[in-house]
């Protein structure tokens, strides 16, 4: 039985004591939460966040991190520097990632596996955008993604690894892929990982939904047999939003 897991990305929002706070509400109003919870506030805020949950049933999780472990790589922030402020998770291959910033799949890889040989967990982002969906391109795309970020990692550790099904035009757009479609998905990324590792390592693997996650329809997302759980955006910002869906009970 695979655990649901409820992340939340803040993406470029809140100040560290806005961060701070919103921590320090959603401790409290999710300590008696049963699933795996994580929230991921920007680099400037991870410090502050961090002493908020440290000791809580909530993760700290960063949103990107280098490629290479550290040296003059002006701007970027080391897997060193996550791990010595208490990140447990670390998000990665995020469409704003690939498709604003130009991240390959090559350079995705990369940081999956520094991440995990330092003891960090993956959350691996994979979608595909609204014309490789409209070309009928989108299993190929998610299949390509998926072995492409896992290469080279072993099947011990992908006990570390979540996969992320954020489909790029339900991101932000208030658009959802409908659970039937999310979960077709899933399937075929499950699939995909029985193909490269084995049919317990895809049985055990978590795929999360993201894109346009709200209460309203987070249940039905999530009771899909392939959808355990969900990286939400801009409902993770709101306590009286991001409540409902960290307490769905499957
Ligand atoms: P929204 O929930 O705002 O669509 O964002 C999804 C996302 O990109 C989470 O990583």
Request: net charge negative; aromatic share 4%; proline share 2%.
């Amino acid at each position: 039985m695979r655990k649901t897991f409820i992340a939340g990305n803040w993406k470029m929002y809140k100040t560290p004591a806005e961060a701070r706070a919103l921590a320090e509400e959603l401790k409290s109003a999710l300590k008696g939460c049963k699933h795996k919870v994580l929230i991921a506030p920007s680099f400037t805020a991870l410090d502050a966040v961090s002493s908020v949950v440290k000791g809580s049933n909530i993760l700290l999780g960063a949103q990107n991190m280098s490629n290479v472990e550290e040296g003059a790589h002006t701007g970027e922030t080391s897997v060193l520097m996550l791990k010595a402020i208490g990140v447990d998770v670390v998000i990665l291959g995020h469409s704003e990632r690939r498709h604003v910033y130009g991240e390959t799949n090559e350079v995705i890889n990369q940081k999956v596996k520094l991440a995990l040989s330092h003891g960090l967990e993956v959350i691996l982002c994979i979608g595909e955008t609204l014309e490789e969906r409209e070309a009928g391109r989108a299993e190929e795309v998610v299949k390509k993604q998926t072995e492409a970020g896992l290469k080279g990692v072993s099947e011990d550790q992908l006990k570390d690894v979540t996969i992320a099904y954020e489909p790029v035009w339900a991101i932000g757009t208030g658009k959802t892929a409908t659970p039937e479609d999310a979960d077709q998905i899933h399937q075929v990324t499950r699939d995909t990982v029985k193909n490269i590792y084995s049919a317990d390592a895809a049985e055990a693997m978590v795929i999360q939904y993201g894109g346009s996650v709200k209460p309203e329809n987070a249940a039905q997302l999530m009771s899909m047999d392939n959808i355990d759980g969900a990286l939400v955006g801009g409902a993770s910002l709101k306590v009286d939003l991001f409540l409902p869906i960290a307490e769905y009970d499957k």
